[in-house]
């Protein structure tokens, strides 16, 4: 099992940054692929950004490219999403997302464990 806890969401006005954090704990000792994905009222939960269990390999939503940047500090068992040149369609509750093989995928069934979330609010 792993637990995941999301925090650092908030209210930030357009361009600005946020800088989300996952803390994993439980059974960490396995290099999960590590997800974000986000829902935004009235609306199914969508992919933001992938990280591979080697970190080698990362995977983003296109409305995001450029904009947002997932990493991992395994000392730390937190991944982080970096959001930047934030707008107001980024509003939306984000997910951290964990699942037990290295792979990245962008769907939100291949995960098998997931945070509670945090609220991301952009202002315009």
């Known amino acids: 099992q792993v637990q995941l806890v999301e925090s650092g969401g908030g209210l930030v006005q357009v361009g600005g940054s946020l800088r989300l954090s996952c803390a994993a704990s439980?059974?960490?000792?396995?290099?999960?692929?590590m997800g974000w994905f986000r829902q935004a009222p009235g609306k199914e939960r969508e992919f933001v950004a992938a990280i591979s269990g080697s970190d080698r390999m990362t995977s983003y939503a296109e409305p995001v490219k450029d904009r947002f940047t997932i990493s991992r500090d395994s000392a730390k068992n937190t991944v982080y999403l970096q959001m930047n040149s934030l707008k107001p369609e980024d509003t939306a509750v984000y997910y951290c997302?964990?699942?037990?093989?290295?792979?990245?995928?962008?769907?939100?069934?291949?995960?098998?464990?997931w945070g509670q979330g945090t609220q991301v609010t952009v202002s315009s």
């Open positions: 439980g059974r960490t000792d396995s290099r999960y692929a």
């Open positions: 997302a964990a699942r037990g093989t290295t792979l990245v995928v962008r769907t939100s069934r291949g995960y098998d464990y």
